[in-house]
C-alpha cells in the first residue's frame, strides 16, 4: 500500500484496489503476465472492449460517437484534434488559459491553421478563466482545455456557439457530469483522471471522420485510422489500458460519475474553505474560476516558505510544490484522492497557522 499522500498533479494516484488487481494481473492474467499478453488474443481485445463500453457508459456517450485508445499523450492529441477538424475555412478559434492551450495553438499553426485568439487570460498570469466570448462562424471549429491543471483554473460553464467544439479534458475528464454531445472532440492523457500514462483518450463524433482538409494526414494521426481498427491499428499501450478499464469499473461500483463529482466537489470546498480561512494563506486563482481539481494556492508571508516546506514534507505529503511558472502550492486532488488526505492537509495548514502566528 502506498503509504504518502500524493497531491501530484500527474501521474496521479489511483484507487488502492486498482492498485492490487493491476499488480496482480503483471504476475497472472489468463496464465500469463499481462505486460506479454499479446494484444490480439481474445483476452486483450475484451479488455479493450470493456473499456471502450465503460467510457460510454460512465460518461453517457450518445450513439455517433466513437471511443479510441491512442498514444503520444494530449500532446500528440493538440496536433492531431487540429488537422482531423482541418475544414473548409483552414481557419480555427482558440481559447488561451495556459501552457496546455498555448501549446494546442502552436500546433494548430504547425497543422497548417490559421489560429484566432479569441480569449486570453495571459496577462494575469493565467489566473482567470477569460468570459464574454465571441465566437466566430467563420472558423472549422473553437478549441478550449477544460480545466488548466498548471495554473488551477476551470471553465464552471463551457463555451458554445455555432461551430464545432473540441476539447483538451486530460485533468476532469470522469471528474463530472458532461453532455458529450456537445463536442465534436473530446482528448485526454490518462494520466490524470484515467489510469496511467500511455494511452490516450479520444471521444470523436463519427461524422466528423474522413472528412479532414488537412494537405498532409500521416496514417497514425487520422483518427480515422483508429476508429475503423477499433483502437488495434498498431500495439495500444496495453498496460495502461488494461488499468484504466479496471479503474473505470472502479468508478461505476461506486456510483459513476455523479457519485465522484459531489465527492470531488466536497474535497474541493473543504480546502478552499482552509485557504480562505487560514491567516497564512490565499488562492492564487480568481474565486469564481477556481479548479476542483487542482487547487493553487500561496503564502501571504515568503519568508514561511522553508517552514511550510518541512512541515508537508515530513507529514508524508508529496507533490504539493506548485509548478515553476506559478509558484506556490498546488494540491491536485483528482478522483482517486481521498477525502482523509485532503483532511491531513487542511490540518496540517491549520497547526502550521496556530505555530506561526
Ligand atoms: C497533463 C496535461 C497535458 C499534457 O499531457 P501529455 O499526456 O503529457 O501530453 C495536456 N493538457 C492538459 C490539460 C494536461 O493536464
Excluded at 458554445?160 to 463536442?183: H, R, T, W, Y
Excluded at 473505470?248 to 466537489?265: C, F
Aim: proline residues 4%; charged residues 20%.
Amino acid at each position: 500500500m502506498s503509504t504518502k499522500y500524493n497531491f501530484g498533479a500527474g501521474p496521479c494516484i489511483l484507487p488502492q484496489e486498482v492498485f492490487k488487481e493491476a499488480s496482480n494481473a503483471v504476475l497472472n492474467f489468463n496464465g500469463l503476465s499481462i505486460l506479454e499478453v499479446s494484444h490480439r488474443s481474445p483476452e486483450f481485445v475484451a479488455v479493450m472492449d470493456e473499456a471502450i463500453a465503460l467510457v460510454k457508459e460512465v460518461l453517457n456517450v450518445p450513439a455517433g460517437y466513437s471511443v479510441m485508445f491512442l498514444q503520444g499523450g494530449a500532446s500528440l492529441g493538440f496536433l492531431i484534434s487540429a488537422l482531423n477538424m482541418s475544414g473548409k475555412n483552414k481557419k480555427a478559434a482558440y481559447i488561451n488559459t495556459g501552457t496546455w492551450s498555448s501549446k494546442a495553438i502552436k500546433e494548430a499553426k504547425n497543422a497548417g491553421l490559421e489560429v484566432v485568439e479569441i480569449g486570453s487570460s495571459e496577462d494575469k498570469n493565467f489566473n482567470y478563466i477569460p468570459k464574454d466570448l465571441t465566437i466566430p462562424n467563420d472558423c472549422d471549429f473553437l478549441h478550449f482545455t477544460s480545466n488548466n491543471t498548471i495554473f488551477g483554473t476551470q471553465f464552471k460553464a463551457f463555451p458554445k456557439g455555432d461551430i464545432p467544439l473540441v476539447c483538451d479534458m486530460s485533468s476532469d475528464i470522469f471528474s463530472q457530469e458532461i453532455n458529450v454531445a456537445d463536442f465534436d472532440i473530446i482528448y485526454a492523457g490518462a494520466q490524470k483522471n484515467l489510469g496511467p500514462a500511455g494511452a490516450t483518450l479520444f471521444i470523436v463524433k463519427e461524422s466528423i471522420l474522413g472528412n479532414s482538409t488537412a494537405e498532409w494526414l500521416p496514417t497514425y494521426l487520422n483518427l480515422k485510422t483508429h476508429h475503423d481498427k477499433e483502437s488495434m491499428f498498431n500495439t495500444p499501450p496495453v498496460f495502461s489500458i488494461y488499468v484504466s478499464m479496471l479503474n473505470l469499473r472502479h468508478l461505476k461500483q461506486n456510483g459513476g460519475v455523479p457519485a465522484i463529482e459531489k465527492i470531488n466537489i466536497e474535497k474541493a470546498n473543504i480546502l478552499y474553505t482552509e485557504i480562505d480561512v487560514n491567516p497564512l494563506f490565499e488562492g492564487a486563482t480568481a474565486v469564481e474560476d477556481r479548479s476542483n481539481m487542482n487547487v493553487t494556492f500561496k503564502l501571504k508571508n515568503e519568508s514561511l516558505t522553508d517552514a511550510f516546506n518541512k512541515a508537508w514534507n515530513e507529514a508524508g505529503i508529496v507533490g504539493l510544490k506548485g509548478h515553476r511558472s506559478v509558484g506556490g502550492y498546488r494540491a491536485s486532488i483528482y478522483n482517486a484522492l481521498p477525502l482523509s488526505s485532503v483532511q491531513v492537509l487542511v490540518n496540517l495548514m491549520r497547526d502550521f497557522a496556530k505555530a506561526n502566528s
